[in-house]
Structures are given as C-alpha cells and as structure tokens.
C-alpha cells in the first residue's frame, strides 16, 4: 500500500510524461489507484482528482481503464453515487470517444447476469454522450451498440402478463423505455438527411443500423409480449415507439412485409427476419399502430396473401404468444375479404396449405382452451370467405387429412349448410347439389377401417354423417333430377349403412363384454388378480379423449362404456329412420 507521498510523485511522473511514453504499466497503476479509492470510499477526492485541469492530460490518456470500476459502483448503489456519476461524466467528455466506446462495448460483453438491466440502464445516458461525440464511423458503432445492447436484454424474461409488466422484475420494461430515449438522437439525424441530395453513405448506414435495431426489437421482445391497445403498457407503449420510428426513418412498410428480398441479407437471417415482420403484420393490421401510414392501394385478398405467410409462421409455434398473434392476424386479414370471394386457386399456394395445416394442429393438439375456441373461430370465417369451388376443394383436403372426427364432424356441418344453401332459389351449384356433391358424400360417408372402425373415437363424424343423410334424403327433389346422381348416393348410402350395422354389432358385443367383465370385477373385489389373469383385455387399448380407458378410475370406466352402448343405440336409430325415409318417399314415387 502506496503512503500520499508516494502517490503524490507518481502523479507528477504522469504529468510529465508525454502520453506515447506512457507504458502498460502506467495504466495498471492508475487503475489500481482509481479502484483504492473506490474501495476506501474515497469518492469526492477521486472526483476531485479526474475533474483537476492539471490532471487533464492523464484523465484523457488513461481515464477510460477506471470506467468500469466506476460504473460497478453505481450498479450497486453504493455511498457517493452523485460523486461517481460526476466521474462517469467527466470521463466520458474527456477520454477518446472510441477508445471510451471500445470500453463500454467490454463492459456489456461481460456483463454479470444477475445486473443486465441495472447496468445497461446505468450505461446508457454515457453510451449516448460518446456516440454522439463520434465523427467518423459512427453508423456503424451505434449498431454495434445497439446488437451488443439487444443481446444482454434477450436473456432477460419476457413479462407476459399485467402483473408481470408492472413489477418488471427483471427490468425490461424499463431498459426497452431506455433504448427508446437512447435512440433519439440518431433517429433524428436520418430524419434531416432523408432525401436531401447531400445525404451519405454514412447516412445510408445509420438508417440501415436503427432499421436493424427495430426488427430485432419486433422479434424479441415485442413477438413474445402480450400487447393489447385497451392496455398501455410498457412493452405496448415500447411497440408504439419501434412503430414509429419505422416511420421516421422513412422505411416503407409495404416493402418489408410484402417485398422484402431487397432487405433480407441486410438485415437478419430468414426465420428471425420473418418473426420480426409477421410481429410487424400483427401490429400494423391488428393493433393498427401507425396503419394511417399505410397505403390504402393494396386489396384486401392480396394483404390476406401476403400475411398468409407470417400466419403459417405463427401458428406453427407452440408458444402461446405466438398462437394469439397469429390467429388474432389471421382473423383481422379476413374480415374485411368479402365472402364467398376467396378462389380455389389461392388453396393451391403454399402459405394458403401451410396455414390450414397449421390451424388443424391448434383445434386437435394445443392444451390451451381459448386458443382452440378461437381457432374454431377463425376456422370458420376461412370458410366463409371461400367461394363454393373453393369451398368443396378445402372439405375434400379436410375430411381426407384432418384424421380427427371432430375436424371431420364440423366439415361435415359445413357441408350440411352448403347443401341446404344450394336448395334455395338462385343459389343452385353444381358443388353442392350436382355430380360433385357425389365426391364429398363419398368422403363422408366412408368407415376407413371398415368393420374394425372404433366408433367410440369416430362417433362425432358418423353422428354428423347421418344426420347430413337424413337430411339430404328429407330435401331430395333437386338430387333425384339428375338420376345419375343419385343412382351414385343411394348405392353410397347402401354401402355405408351396411358396413355401419355390422361395425356396430361387432362394437356392441364387444363393450358388452367389457361392461359385463367389469361389474364382475368389482362384484368379486378382486381386480387386481383379473387384470394379471387377463393381461390382453381389449378394455387396456380403448381411447377415450386420447387417455386410455384402463387408466381411468372403475367408476369412470362403467360410465365410458355405458355411453358407448348409448352411442350405438342412437347410430341404429338413425339408420332407421333413414331406411324409413328411403321406404317412405319410394312409395310416394309408386
């Protein structure tokens, strides 16, 4: 430990030495000196010390190696806080800018997980001032800033909910406001710039880095928020801010949503590229921020088309954010799509495929109630805005791809609804009512695995099937003018019926067994030994809501299989009232 003496006359050394004579040990010194007086709690004498116009030289020279020191203080919060802000301050008037920026982009690269935020919030203000110092290179040092800045804040949870948002744990919400009044600046110098003849390469650049920082901030943290208008939240209001300046630079929205090739190498690689843009889709069509600036020219089919993509993107995620995002954009990109307009061609693209592929996943697969009812939703309006060619291509691909009897059912009550259209005056197609509508019942009306057809997991679509029989066989004027037609349903129909009565049969004999077996099992209390005794039950493979039978508690069981008999008694009731109908109208024919 140095006594004053000794620091006294290492200082004069300093003073008298021109700086290309300062050697690596010189910057040790002084940084050990610098952090003595930190660890001393000897803030005023070192502020004292930086501020001396006769330390000048040395502070310019070496100043930038007790930067971080300085600012550790101030992340902790530690006694003389004013006094280290005033040093923090000093230094970053006096040192070299870059070699202050060199320093400042160190401490972010190894910043301690446990302060992100707490330093980056500390650090901005300064990291401004000696960008704004900069004259040459200075586009390209705000977006190394910037990148640097967005990958410490990407390890930093996402608040998602409003209790979330507003105890910003982690600091987010404050360091996305941060980023904001630390871009100003240099937004505002592409603003003057913008389309003046004087404008640089220099100017090109900068607009290209903050574009840079706007998508990065689309895709994370805005992509995995939860923004809604009603509620002006930070990351809302951060959103808000990103939309914005997208404006203020002067970036088109049209060319990076719908014409993008020129901007990807530029900007990010193509799966980030298209999270940020379908983030951007979803503000701009859904929340509508900043859609004034929109141009009004584009049709709504082709908006629709284009969104397709960033929908198919979303929905293909199982994370929930992304699930609401996209079928919040889905839903607003066809509401304003005029019904029964959208061609069958548009089922031929692949985003159109992709989309309804990935919607099927949500209905059959995702945990999440209120994302599958709206899925639901959505999944019908699609289907209102198809056309009626449109219409029988997409139940065709559904019925044959869904594998899932509630997909197939509601199809199924899709199709009802267009037979029943096709009925009424001046809405007659051949879709619906005429050799095509032959194709769609062939579909419906089909057991895939003929006799060996669990029901129990296809009742919804078989329920529905008869229905839709019954009530084409009720309204069959139209159908039997085209006696082709319907020579080709009634020998459907016969098929159908035929090999339904004996898959119920089977079905019905063989819950039979298993309700009986089961009651004996709980008459003789000895379950246990029965399922040793009898390990291939057929009760140890049914599926019921893909949970297994043999799973459930006996109680449950007993009620499982005695609606499954139920099941089957209302299938066989159906089929007689349907052969009821068919005697009934051929003998009115007689």
């Not at 709690?41 to 030289?57: A, H, M, P, R, W």
């Not at 919030?121 to 900069?134: E, I, K």
């Amino acid at each position: 430990m140095m006594n004053e003496d000794q620091v006294k006359e290492i200082i004069q050394r300093w003073r008298n030495t021109q700086e290309d004579d300062l050697k690596p040990e010189d910057y040790q010194q002084f940084k050990t000196l610098g952090c003595a007086s930190l660890s001393e709690g000897e803030s005023q004498q070192l502020l004292k010390f930086i501020q001396d116009e006769k330390n000048q030289v040395i502070v310019k020279s070496m100043g930038c190696v007790i930067l971080a020191p300085l600012l550790n203080e101030v992340v902790k919060k530690a006694k003389g806080l004013d006094q280290y802000q005033a040093a923090i301050t000093h230094l970053t008037r006096t040192c070299r800018p870059n070699e202050l920026l060199d320093c400042m982009l160190e401490i972010i690269e190894g910043i301690d997980p446990g302060a992100i935020s707490e330093t980056i919030l500390a650090l901005l203000p300064h990291l401004q001032s000696v960008l704004l110092r900069l004259d040459e290179g200075k586009a390209a040092c705000v977006g190394s800033t910037l990148s640097a800045l967005q990958k410490q804040l990407s390890r930093l949870p996402v608040p998602y909910t409003e209790q979330q948002e507003e105890a910003d744990e982690y600091g987010l919400c404050r360091c996305s406001a941060a980023l904001t009044v630390f871009t100003e600046p240099f937004v505002e110098e592409v603003k003057r710039t913008d389309g003046n003849c004087a404008a640089t390469a220099e100017d090109e650049e900068l607009k290209i880095e903050l574009l840079k920082f706007c998508m990065r901030s689309l895709r994370e943290p805005l992509l995995e928020a939860e923004l809604k208008h009603d509620r002006r939240s930070p990351l809302w209001l951060f959103a808000v801010e990103i939309m914005v300046t997208l404006s203020a630079i002067k970036e088109p929205l049209p060319e990076l949503l719908f014409f993008s090739s020129l901007r990807e190498n530029i900007l990010m690689d193509n799966n980030q590229f298209k999270e940020a843009r379908a983030c951007l889709a979803y503000l701009l069509f859904v929340q509508l921020i900043t859609i004034d600036n929109f141009p009004a020219v584009f049709s709504h089919v082709f908006i629709l088309q284009c969104n397709m993509e960033y929908i198919s993107h979303l929905l293909s995620s199982k994370k929930e954010s992304h699930l609401l995002k996209g079928l919040a954009l889905f839903t607003k990109s066809l509401e304003r799509v005029q019904d029964n307009s959208l061609p069958v061609s548009l089922l031929d693209l692949k985003s159109f495929y992709s989309v309804t592929q990935n919607l099927r996943r949500v209905l059959t697969d995702c945990p999440i109630q209120h994302l599958r009812e709206s899925g639901l939703q959505v999944f019908q309006v699609f289907i209102n805005k198809l056309d009626a060619e449109a219409k029988h291509k997409f139940f065709r691909c559904m019925l044959k791809t869904s594998n899932h009897a509630g997909i197939e059912s509601y199809i199924i009550k899709n199709i009802r609804n267009q037979f029943e259209l096709s009925m009424k005056w001046g809405n007659a197609n051949e879709w619906f009512l005429g050799t095509e509508f032959i194709s769609l019942m062939t579909l419906v009306l089909c057991l895939p695995q003929g006799a060996q057809t669990d029901l129990l997991s296809s009742m919804d679509k078989v329920m529905e099937s008869l229905n839709l029989l019954r009530y084409v066989l009720i309204r069959d004027e139209e159908l039997r003018t085209n006696e082709d037609v319907w020579e080709e349903l009634c020998r459907i129909k016969e098929e159908y019926l035929k090999m339904l009565r004996v898959c119920i049969s089977i079905s019905r004999a063989y819950y039979s067994s298993e309700l009986k077996a089961l009651r004996e099992d709980q008459k003789l209390k000895a379950k246990e030994a029965r399922d040793a005794a009898r390990p291939t039950k057929l009760v140890k493979s049914i599926t019921v809501r893909k949970e297994k039978v043999s799973n459930m508690s006996p109680e449950v069981q007993h009620q499982v299989l005695q609606s499954a008999l139920v099941t089957f008694d209302l299938m066989e009731s159906l089929i007689v009232r349907i052969e009821e109908i068919t005697e009934e109208k051929q003998n009115k024919l007689n």
